[in-house]
């Protein structure tokens, strides 16, 4: 495998179940993020996570709740989530070099998910 | 509010023809990236430009940074039906911060 991926592709819940996203970067990066992408609206940052350190949580509600076990593998868990949690997951991963690096972002394919 | 503003949203043309897609905001940015995205899936980078007037070219696509780093201009010359997609611009701030637009469908008729 190369890049990044992400599984499972497709994901159809109930507001009552649990689940859990997974992503795994082969890169070597140090970085690691989640976004949520709706019909036209700009990418929303999630999460972000360096050296397996939550860095950064966009005021993200509770029903989401990242993990990162190793700079390789990164999950978002969901429960009981809302129809408008409905979305396109993205994960990404950077190689973090310091505040003024250009710090490209790669993405893997996304989780379509429906929350019925 | 950090905005980044793309434009036109949607286009659609014919093979054939040239296009230009804008990407402005009122923030400087220490780099820029284009990414094209098609449906289902993630979004795959074109490019990236870090320096003040940079001019990039990838096949018929023309990348430019303004000289100012707040904006930024693609360009696809000759479109073909396989550049049909979803094009991305994101501004990073240097470190994790970066914002995207909300992008330009672009549909290319054969």
């Known amino acids: 495998e190369t890049g990044v991926t992400q599984t499972p592709r497709h994901l159809v819940m109930g507001m009552t179940n649990k689940k859990s996203l997974k992503c795994e970067q082969h890169?070597?990066?140090?970085?690691m993020y989640w976004y949520k992408q709706s019909a036209k609206k700009p990418l929303e940052l999630m999460f972000v996570?360096?050296?397996?350190?939550?860095?950064e949580n966009n005021s993200v509600p509770s029903r989401f709740s990242p993990e990162c076990p190793n700079s390789s593998h990164l999950f978002l868990h969901l429960h009981t989530l809302q129809p408008e949690d409905s979305a396109l997951y993205l994960c990404?991963?950077?190689?973090?070099?310091?505040?003024?690096?250009?710090?490209?972002?790669?993405f893997g394919p996304g989780t379509r998910l429906t929350v019925l | 509010t950090q905005l980044l503003e793309q434009s036109p949203q949607f286009l659609s043309i014919q093979e054939g023809e040239n296009l230009t897609v804008y990407c402005n905001s009122s923030s400087v940015f220490s780099s820029l990236q284009w990414y094209r995205q098609e449906p289902g899936e993630g979004p795959v980078l074109l490019v990236t430009v870090v320096t003040g007037g940079e001019v990039k070219k990838l096949k018929r696509l023309t990348f430019q940074f303004g000289d100012a780093r707040k904006d930024s201009s693609l360009h696809i010359t000759a479109a073909q039906p396989g550049d049909t997609g979803l094009y991305l611009c994101?501004?990073?701030?240097?470190?994790?911060?970066?914002?995207f637009g909300a992008g330009t469908r672009l549909f290319v008729k054969a």
């Open positions: 890169l070597g990066h140090n970085a």
């Open positions: 990404a991963s950077s190689q973090f070099a310091g505040r003024e690096a250009a710090d490209t972002q790669y």
């Open positions: 994101a501004g990073a701030f240097g470190g994790f911060k970066t914002i």
């Open positions: 996570y360096s050296l397996e350190e939550r860095v």
